[in-house]
């Protein structure tokens, strides 16, 4: 059993207006930071109390360490921590605007894979490698797991620090499948996922067949959707950046994806995220799940008995056979000329070090360690035994996942549910509309595919793709 958390107050934590400030059109556009990194804080600077605020997600993981947070407190007396704890789409548009303009509202930000190498090279991040870490031997840079510290470089060093890492796989109720006579292969096909779906589907028992995220946000409904689209043969664009979105394979899989939810999955998929998900998954009510591998240790915190009754298998696959877990990280950052920056390093260097991730084990229980950021991780015993049943899937599938290569033609972009290029945090938010619009039965698949096609041809255009 976890320990009990000691006699010491919660952090502070502001929670934040829930509508977000606007986020610029082109971030790539906006003119790099001009302010040089501040000189290093020296130790009578260090001595004098500060306060250091983080835009965080609203996810468990960070529940978590809102919990913790006063050890670090009670290890740094002189530093108070400040939480802006935000919903995934409302994070992601506030630090948007923050970093581009420069606002320096944040000492540090959660960001991911997907935002750290180009905002590294837009020179908006302070480089932690050269910065910190190089001095600093006890942060064990060696102990990352090795594609999710690629995937936070830019020219070899780090740009922001892995709180957790996932890929995607398949969660299922061993007990539903059991009763209905079915057993879930190691490695599913989408074809196999649905015929079971429509036999676990019992809406007169509350229970959906699998639960999607339908909820608009590029990186909500459309993280599943894209590794579906991938295994269909599907693409964002072809090597001449001509937009595919209206292409036979992404009519098929979008199709596929959205039928597949809208009659055996949960009611109102269209507002549903990560969160909401896990939260329908944990009260009982869905047969299967496909989502972050991540959420494993989720379930785990929040419902033991669905946590014992969880079953996982590798992410499904198409009619191409083309692997689909996606890779993805959430990490921290510090943005380039912000005040504090000792003292911030000194955070992030505690929460995503080897000895939090065992702290988390300890106090609050060992299925819920940060999954995905160190090598050390998958060798505690603890862990071992708690998560078992997904600790070495997670790995796997996180080593298998290949963003380099994620379609199955050639295409001039790297990522598996995101593509790497500054204008897609724009088209991907509109086109994840149009997708969860159709989810919502409110727009054909096809018309949601024309108009996203659409505003891909803008964005290729904008940007002077393919000339």
């Not at 740009?159 to 059991?178: N, T």
Request: glycine share 8%; net charge positive.
């Amino acid at each position: 059993m976890p320990e009990k958390l000691d006699n010491i107050p919660r952090p502070r934590h502001a929670c934040r207006r829930a509508a977000a400030l606007g986020a610029t059109a082109a971030l790539a556009s906006t003119v790099a930071l001009a302010g040089m990194v501040p000189a290093a804080t020296s130790a009578s600077a260090q001595s004098k109390k500060v306060t250091i605020r983080i835009a965080i997600v609203s996810n468990p993981q960070m529940a978590d360490i809102e919990k913790l947070t006063p050890y670090f407190e009670k290890e740094y007396p002189n530093i108070k921590v400040v939480y802006d704890t935000l919903p995934e789409n409302t994070e992601r548009s506030v630090i948007e605007t923050d970093i581009a303009t420069q606002a320096h509202e944040f000492n540090a930000v959660m960001i991911s894979n997907y935002e750290t190498p180009i905002w590294a090279k837009n020179g908006w991040l302070v480089n932690l490698s050269k910065r910190f870490i190089k001095s600093d031997p006890s942060y064990d840079a060696a102990d990352l797991l090795k594609p999710i510290a690629e995937s936070l470089s830019y020219k070899g060093s780090l740009y922001s620090v892995p709180f957790y890492g996932e890929s995607s796989f398949m969660m299922y109720r061993k007990s539903l499948l059991a009763a209905a006579g079915l057993t879930m292969p190691v490695h599913p096909t989408w074809s196999q996922i649905a015929s079971m779906a429509a036999k676990l589907n019992n809406p007169s028992k509350d229970i959906s067949g699998i639960c999607l995220r339908g909820l608009a946000g590029w990186g909500e409904n459309l993280a599943p959707m894209d590794t579906v689209i991938n295994t269909f043969g599907g693409s964002w664009f072809n090597m001449k950046w001509e937009p595919q979105l209206t292409s036979p394979p992404v009519v098929k899989a979008v199709n596929f994806y959205v039928n597949l939810v809208r009659k055996y999955g949960e009611p109102g998929a269209s507002n549903d995220g990560f969160t909401e998900c896990l939260n329908y998954y944990d009260s009982g009510k869905a047969a299967m799940w496909y989502d972050a591998t991540s959420a494993a240790g989720d379930i785990a915190g929040a419902a033991p008995k669905i946590y014992a009754d969880t079953g996982y298998a590798w992410a499904p696959v198409g009619p191409s056979g083309k692997k689909s877990g996606w890779q993805y990280t959430w990490s921290l950052s510090i943005p380039n000329g912000t005040a504090n920056q000792q003292q911030t390093w000194d955070f992030l260097s505690w929460a995503t070090s080897k000895q939090y991730i065992k702290l988390v084990g300890q106090k609050l229980g060992w299925a819920q360690l940060p999954p995905g950021s160190r090598v050390s991780t998958y060798k505690i015993p603890q862990y071992q035994k708690a998560a078992g049943a997904y600790a070495n899937l997670t790995l796997q599938s996180m080593e298998a996942a290949d963003p380099e290569h994620p379609t199955v033609h050639p295409v001039p972009y790297t990522g598996i549910q995101f593509i790497d290029i500054p204008g897609f945090i724009n088209l991907g938010t509109q086109v994840s509309q149009q997708m969860s619009a159709a989810i919502a039965g409110r727009m054909s698949v096809a018309k949601a595919l024309s108009t996203s096609q659409q505003y891909a041809k803008t964005m290729v255009s904008q940007y002077g793709l393919g000339l």
